[in-house]
């Protein structure tokens, strides 16, 4: 049983930074995604990287702004969020994968964390 927990997610003006973490404890290494979830809409992909974080992918709509990355050794991936916007506003959700493959796909994910809350002031 793999659990997830997410931190550092807070309030921030646009054009601010944020960090993410998410701290994995109970298995091998998986593949971890980030996907948010905005008031009243639907989940959407943000980004995910490879179990060994050789590959990294992200939505158009995050591309140049965040970046992910793992360390390993400390079983924790990151999101560091720049220039951000009011519209990046969500709950912010990671999640594991045994699969390295189709990240970009909330449902073939196995594991998910309880999530961090991020909100953007203009």
């Known amino acids: 049983q793999v659990q997830l927990v997410e931190s550092g997610g807070g309030l921030a003006q646009a054009g601010g930074s944020l960090r993410l973490s998410c701290a994995a404890s109970?298995?091998?290494?998986?593949?971890i995604g980030w996907f948010r979830q905005p008031p009243g809409q639907d989940r959407e992909f943000v980004a995910a990287?490879?179990?060994?974080?050789?590959?990294?992918y992200y939505a158009d709509y995050v591309k140049g702004r965040f970046t992910i990355s793992r360390d390993n050794a400390k079983n924790t991936v990151f999101l560091q969020m720049n220039t951000l916007k009011p519209e990046d506003t969500a709950d912010y959700f990671c999640?594991?994968?045994?699969?390295?493959?189709?990240?970009?796909?909330?449902?073939?994910?196995?594991?998910w964390g309880q999530g961090t809350q991020v909100t953007v002031s203009s």
């Open positions: 999640a594991a994968s045994r699969e390295s493959y189709n990240l970009r796909i909330y449902y073939l994910y196995d594991y």
């Open positions: 990287i490879s179990k060994s974080g050789d590959s990294t």
């Open positions: 109970g298995g091998t290494p998986y593949a």
